[in-house]
C-alpha cells in the first residue's frame, strides 16, 4: 500500500511540486494583500480623521467670524453718526430757523451718504474679517498640528493681535475716505433733485446704481484700500529694526492684500453689495405699498412703480435704516452678507 502511493507520488511528482508552488504562492500573495488592504485602511482612517480635524477647526472659525462681525458693528455704527451726524440736523428743523431748505438739502445728502456708507463698510467687514481670521486659522492648525516638524511657532499671540489690528483701518482713516468718496457721488447724483419731486422705488433704485457706479469704477482707488492700509511698507523701510514678530506680520498683511486683489475677493464682495443694495430696497419698498382698497384693482398690488413719494419723505426712511444695517443682533443684512463668502473662506484655507 505505501509501496503504490509512494510511485503514485513519483509519477506526479511535477504536479505535486507545481501545486505545492501555486498554493505557497497563493498564501503569500494572500498575505502581502492583506498587509496592504490593512495599510490603506489606516492611510484612509488617518487622512478622514485630519479631514474631520480640518473642517471642525475651520467651521469654528468661522463661528467665530460671526460673533466678531456682530461685536463690531456697534462701534462702526457709532464712527459713521458721528461723522455723518444728520441727528443735529433734525434738531435744528425743530426749531424753525430761517435756512430751513438749507438744511433739508444738507439732510438729503447725509442721509443717504450714512446708509450707503453703511452698506459698503459692513460688507468690507465681513468679508475682510473671513480673511483674516481664515489666514490666521490656517496658521494655527499649522502650529497645533501633531505632524508639524520643529517647534517654531509660526503664528504667535502677539503676531496674532499686531495682524488682526490692521482692520482699524476700516475703521478709521478707511471709513473716512469712504464716505468722502461716497458723499461726492450723492451730491452728483441727488444734489439737484427738489425735495418734492417724487421717487419710486425703482427710481431709487437708479439713484442707487449711479451712486455705486461712482463709487466702484469712477474712483481712483479700488475697494480694497478702505480695508486696508499700506503701513507694512513703511515697517519694510526700518528692515534693520525689524523683529521676527514684526516679519511675520508683514507676511500675514501681504498674504492678505494678495487675497483682497483677487478675481474671487472681487467677486464675493459684489456680492456682498449687491445683497446688501437688495435688502436696503426691500426694507424701502415696505413704506410704497399702496393701501388695501377694494376698489382698486388688483392686478399689480406691489408694483415697485406703482407709488412714488417725495423726496422729503423718502429721507427719514432711509435717515433709519442704519440702525438696521449696523445692528449688533443678527439682522438680514449681516446674515445675507455672512452666506457669502464661502468661495474666499476655502480659497484662504490654503494652510489647513
Known amino acids: 500500500m505505501f509501496s503504490s502511493a509512494w510511485n503514485f507520488v513519483k ?18 500573495l494572500g498575505k502581502y494583500a492583506q498587509k496592504k488592504i490593512r495599510e490603506i485602511q489606516e492611510r484612509e482612517a488617518t487622512e478622514y480623521i485630519a479631514q474631520a480635524r480640518r473642517q471642525f477647526h475651520f467651521e469654528s472659525n468661522q463661528r467665530t467670524c460671526n460673533m466678531t462681525v456682530l461685536s463690531m458693528l456697534p462701534p462702526l455704527r457709532e464712527a459713521i453718526i458721528s461723522q455723518l451726524n ?24 447725509i442721509s443717504f451718504t450714512r446708509t450707503i456708507v453703511a452698506i459698503y463698510s459692513t ?23 501633531t505632524g508639524k516638524s520643529g517647534t517654531t511657532v509660526v503664528a504667535p499671540p502677539d503676531v496674532q493681535q499686531q495682524y488682526l489690528s490692521s482692520i482699524q483701518h476700516l475703521l478709521g482713516d478707511g471709513l473716512t475716505a469712504l464716505m468722502t468718496v461716497v458723499k461726492k457721488a450723492v451730491q452728483n447724483s441727488l444734489g439737484s433733485l427738489s425735495l418734492k419731486q417724487s421717487l419710486s422705488v425703482l427710481e431709487l433704485e437708479q439713484q442707487l446704481s449711479w451712486i455705486r457706479a461712482e463709487v466702484e469704477a469712477g474712483s481712483e482707488r479700488s475697494l480694497s484700500w478702505y480695508m486696508l492700509a499700506d503701513d507694512e511698507n513703511a515697517l519694510t523701510d526700518q528692515a534693520c529694526g525689524l523683529t521676527e514678530n514684526d516679519v511675520m506680520t508683514i507676511r500675514l498683511l501681504n498674504e492678505t492684500r494678495d ?35 377694494d376698489s382698486a384693482p388688483s392686478s399689480f398690488p406691489d ?50
Not at 87 to 102: C, G, I, M, R, V
Not at 125 to 142: D, M
Not at 264 to 285: E, I, K, M, P
Request: charged share 15%; proline share 5%.
Open 86 to 109: 444728520s441727528e443735529s440736523l433734525t434738531a435744528l428743523l425743530k426749531t424753525k430757523p430761517d435756512n430751513k431748505l438749507e438744511i433739508w438739502e444738507d439732510l438729503k445728502i
Open 259 to 293: 487675497m483682497l486683489d483677487s478675481p474671487d475677493f472681487t467677486t464675493v464682495l459684489n456680492a456682498c453689495l449687491n445683497r446688501g443694495f437688495s435688502r436696503l430696497l426691500d426694507n424701502l419698498a415696505e413704506f410704497f405699498r399702496q393701501p388695501p382698497s
Open 11 to 28: 509519477r506526479h511528482k511535477r504536479k505535486f511540486i507545481f501545486a505545492g508552488a501555486v498554493v505557497g504562492g497563493v498564501y503569500v
Open 123 to 145: 460688507s468690507m467687514l465681513v468679508v475682510l474679517l473671513r480673511v483674516q481670521l481664515n489666514i490666521i486659522g490656517g496658521y494655527l492648525y499649522l502650529d497645533n498640528s
Open 303 to 352: 408694483s415697485l412703480s406703482a407709488v412714488s413719494l417725495p423726496l422729503a419723505k423718502i429721507i427719514p426712511i432711509i435717515n433709519g435704516q442704519i440702525n438696521t444695517i449696523c445692528s449688533e443682533t443678527p439682522s438680514h443684512f449681516v446674515q445675507v452678507k455672512s452666506t457669502l463668502p464661502a468661495k474666499v473662506c476655502y480659497q484662504t484655507s490654503i494652510h489647513y
